[in-house]
């Protein structure tokens, strides 16, 4: 049974900081591609950052230079430094995982940017 479980989630003031966690089990974490995701209220759900299997990172315009995403195969979890957080950074987030057509995802973390 595949599990993603994000953590790291709350409140925090504009220019503030958060570091998300997503840990992944019922996968061989390392062949899979993850992404960060997040979904504001009355919004599509939208990329924010993707690393692939051997490391590669991209980044929505969006959150480039503040947010980095980074992955621990051997802790089979990715995580989303988050930096100059903005109100519009408000969202659940949700992790994906994704390989070979087949994709999991998480339940979600609430972020709230707000002073």
């Known amino acids: 049974q595949v599990q993603l479980v994000e953590s790291g989630g709350g409140l925090v003031q504009p220019g503030g900081s958060l570091r998300l966690s997503c840990a992944a089990s019922g996968i061989i974490f390392s062949i899979f591609a993850m992404g960060w995701y997040r979904q504001a209220p009355g919004k599509q759900r939208e990329l924010v950052a993707h690393?692939?299997?051997?490391?590669?990172?991209n980044y929505a315009d969006s959150v480039k230079g503040r947010f980095t995403i980074s992955r621990d195969n051997a802790k089979n979890t990715v995580y989303l430094q988050m930096n100059s957080l903005k109100p519009e950074d408000t969202a659940v987030y949700y992790c994906?995982?994704?390989?070979?057509?087949?994709?999991?995802w998480g339940q979600g973390t609430q972020v709230t940017v707000s002073s």
């Open positions: 994906k995982a994704g390989f070979g057509g087949n994709d999991f």
């Open positions: 690393i692939s299997s051997t490391g590669t990172t």
